[in-house]
C-alpha cells in the first residue's frame, strides 16, 4: 500500500522523481524564475500538493521575507516536509494540516502566490475543477497561480508515441523495462491527464483573466494565470 497517490513512497521520492519525470528540476527553477519576473516580495505562498517540501526549500532562498504555507493529501510526505524545513526556517514555513487544494478552507484572497506542481492530474474531471476553484479562491488580486500537470496528447496516437518516449526516458535513466512499463501504463488509469487546450480552457472558465503556457516537455506542461478582477 503506497502512502500517497504518486508511483512512489513518500521516503523514496526524493530519490526516485528525477528518473521519472523528464526535466523534473526544471519545473521548481521555472516556477521560481516566473514568480520573480511578476511579484519579486510575495507576502504569502501557498504550495498545495508540496510532497515533500523541495519547491519551498528551493524558494527560501530568494524570496527572504515571504511566509510560505504547505499543504499535501499525504501525511508522509508532510512528515518529510517539516523535517526538511521547519529546523531552518521556523519563522516562515507552516506546514498545514493533511489536505487536497480542494479541500483547503484558508480565507478568501489569502495568497500572493499559489503553486501546484505535478498534483492535480490524479484528480477526476470534478475534482480538478473544484481544485483550481479553490485556489481561485483563495488567490489575491493581482496572484499568480502556477501548475505543472502530466498531460494528455490530442490523438490515441499520439498517446502512444508520447508513451513510448516517456518510457525510454525512464530506461536511460537506469529503470529496467518492465519498471517502467509499470508506471506509464499507469496513464488514464490511476491519473488522469488532460490535453493542454483542456487547461487553458479551465483556467479561463474559472475566472483567471491572464492564461499562459510556461512550459512543456515530453507530456508534462506547466501553466500560469493571473487573477486580476
Keep these: 500500500m503506497n502512502d500517497n497517490t504518486t508511483a512512489h513512497k513518500a521516503g523514496e521520492y526524493d530519490g526516485k522523481i528525477r528518473a521519472t519525470i523528464p526535466n523534473y528540476k526544471y519545473f521548481h527553477s521555472e516556477t521560481i524564475d516566473l514568480v520573480k519576473s511578476i511579484n519579486s516580495f510575495p507576502e504569502k505562498w501557498l504550495d498545495t500538493g508540496c510532497g515533500t517540501g523541495t519547491l519551498v526549500d528551493l524558494a527560501l532562498n530568494s524570496f527572504q521575507n515571504t511566509r510560505f504555507f504547505l499543504a499535501d493529501p499525504s501525511k508522509e510526505m508532510l512528515d518529510i516536509a517539516r523535517q526538511k524545513l521547519m529546523q531552518k526556517e521556523n519563522n516562515r514555513v507552516y506546514i498545514l494540516d493533511s489536505a487536497t487544494s480542494r479541500d483547503l478552507k484558508l480565507t478568501e484572497q489569502e495568497f500572493d502566490v499559489i503553486t501546484a506542481i505535478q498534483a492535480h492530474h490524479y484528480l477526476d474531471k470534478d475534482g480538478r475543477k473544484a481544485s483550481v476553484e479553490n485556489c481561485f479562491r483563495m488567490l489575491k488580486t493581482g496572484g499568480v ?79 500560469y494565470a493571473l487573477r486580476n478582477d
Excluded at 497561480?145 to 490530442?154: K, R, Y
Excluded at 508520447?162 to 488509469?189: I, P, Y
Excluded at 483556467?203 to 483573466?209: A, C, I, K, P, V
Design 145 to 223: 497561480f502556477i501548475t505543472f500537470e502530466n498531460i494528455s496528447p490530442f490523438t490515441a496516437s499520439g498517446i502512444k508515441v508520447g508513451l513510448d518516449r516517456w518510457k525510454r526516458f525512464q530506461m536511460s535513466c537506469g529503470k529496467e523495462l518492465d519498471e517502467a512499463k509499470k508506471h506509464v501504463q499507469r496513464f488514464g488509469k490511476e491519473y488522469y491527464p488532460v490535453t493542454i487546450e483542456e487547461h487553458l480552457g479551465l483556467l479561463r472558465d474559472t475566472g483567471f483573466s491572464t492564461v499562459e503556457i510556461l512550459w512543456v516537455s515530453y507530456m508534462q506542461a506547466g501553466f
